[in-house]
């Protein structure tokens, strides 16, 4: 099964800052995804990310606040972009496959994000 | 819009009970459902994935059934422990191979295993 590494698993930032979170997987995915799971909540996409175009992001979600790089299939960024304290989450990266199954999804470790 | 509902919200039971934890969705046109663990501050663990063609997976104490057609799917918890304690998420996918391959998650379960 797909196995992914997140890092940082935690931070704690200043606002007005920029925080930049990697998923490394491996095995190469044609799609990765980004979640955002605030406090209390469950999980929200932010974006799909393809290797080679650019991401594409759900409503409610910009390219300025959150850039994503993806620039080959076993690796993504997101960073999160002028941080307030709104921004304090939970962010995972998903990919496709690996859950016993080729349709399953298997997630990243996460990164819980508090902006002060 | 696909809506997913989990119920309850938080479950407390003592140690070796049987439980059950619910989840419905609004558009019965899905791909697959995913059953999730998540420790407090973690990722996400997969259990369970069931194809819509399925009616049920069983994997160790758990299992989960689909009723594709109602909009219900069920986890079902056979002599539970303290280290079930977690909150338990289902996640659906849309109706087709390709091009939708978003999750829409449900709000969760959060479960407490009482010693």
């Known amino acids: 099964s797909a196995v992914i590494s997140q890092k940082p698993s935690r931070d704690i930032c200043q606002r007005g800052t920029s925080l930049t979170i990697q998923c490394q997987v491996d095995?190469?995915?044609?799609?990765m995804f980004w979640y955002r799971q605030q406090p209390g909540q469950s999980l929200t996409l932010i974006a799909t990310?393809?290797?080679?175009?650019?991401?594409?992001?759900e409503s409610g979600f910009v390219i300025d606040k959150f850039p994503i790089s993806r620039p080959n299939l076993t690796f993504s960024t997101l960073t999160v972009s002028n941080m307030s304290p709104e921004d304090s989450s939970i962010y995972l990266c998903?990919?496709?496959?690996?859950?016993?199954?080729?349709?399953?999804?298997?997630f990243g470790s996460g990164t819980r994000l508090t902006v002060v | 819009k696909q809506e997913v509902t989990q119920i309850p919200a938080a479950l407390s039971v003592p140690e070796g009970e049987n439980l059950v934890l619910n989840c419905s969705f609004t558009d019965s046109a899905i791909y697959n459902l995913q059953w999730f663990r998540q420790d407090p501050g973690k990722g996400l663990t997969s259990l369970l994935l069931i194809q819509s063609s399925q009616r049920e997976q069983t994997s160790g104490r758990l299992n989960a059934s689909l009723d594709k057609s109602s909009g219900r799917s069920t986890l079902y918890i056979a002599a539970s422990q303290p280290g079930d304690s977690a909150t338990y998420l289902c996640a659906v996918r849309g109706g087709s191979n390709f091009g939708n391959e978003k999750l829409t998650f449900g709000t969760g379960t959060r479960l407490t295993i009482i010693p």
């Open positions: 998903s990919v496709q496959g690996g859950a016993g199954d080729l349709d399953g999804y298997t």
């Open positions: 990310a393809n290797q080679g175009s650019e991401a594409t992001y």
């Open positions: 095995s190469q995915v044609t799609m």
